[in-house]
């Protein structure tokens, strides 16, 4: 058993857990995982046995818990330094870590109207309407680190945001299936971005074990 356990929802659904699964898989850590499947008649027992929140994700190392995504992010950064998942160089870190926390406490229009979906494929129809300002500020914020940054490798040569992976694409990575499921229009820099976070061996794990899982939640939310 390893000394690392993350605890994790659906993974077609859960945005946040998908967060820290894919650091620490990206850093090549060693854990256990267990999934807390999500609005079933046991689901409330088994988050208050495990999360101090009562939410997902959850990381325990040892005696220590860590029960918010990007805190476990930053936990798994300090564990796994070699690893480097925030750029060495101070602006590009500043930068990094601003648009991090940016998609991870905003874009509620977006995540409201275009929920993580990961094995369906639903009409984009009039969800635009409404979050329309926050795909264009996240479409904005990919080109201008791939321009500035990412292009002529910041954080090493890489086709992600910075140019080598980092948190900040382990958060915008939830962004980048939600705009694959309801076939968001992208310009090329994004369309880019979208197929490269697609293509991370990680994210490959986790999308194929996404279409696998047997649970269907808040499939009205989508029509």
Known sequence: MAD???YIGNKNY?????????????????FDEV??????PDTPELLRRHSPSRRVPVLRH???????????????????????????DRETRAVARAVANEVHGGF???????????????????????????????????RDCRDRYGLRGAHGQGPYLFGGFTIADAMFAPVTTRFTTYGVPLDPISADYVEAIAGHPAMQEWTAAAKAEPWTIDEDAHK
């Open 62 to 88: 040892g005696t220590v818990i860590i029960w918010e995504s990007q805190a476990v992010c930053e936990y798994v950064a300090e564990l796994f330094p070699n690893v480097r998942l925030w750029p060495e």
């Open 108 to 142: 509620g229009e977006m995540c409201r109207y275009l929920a993580m979906d990961i094995r369906n494929r639903w009409p984009l129809g009039d969800r635009l309407k409404t979050a329309q300002a926050d795909v264009d500020r996240v479409t904005q914020i990919w």
């Open 14 to 30: 859960s945005s946040w857990s998908l967060r820290p699964w894919l650091t620490l898989r990206h850093a090549g850590a060693q």
């Open 4 to 6: 690392l356990t993350l």
């Open 35 to 40: 999934l807390i499947p999500l609005q079933q």
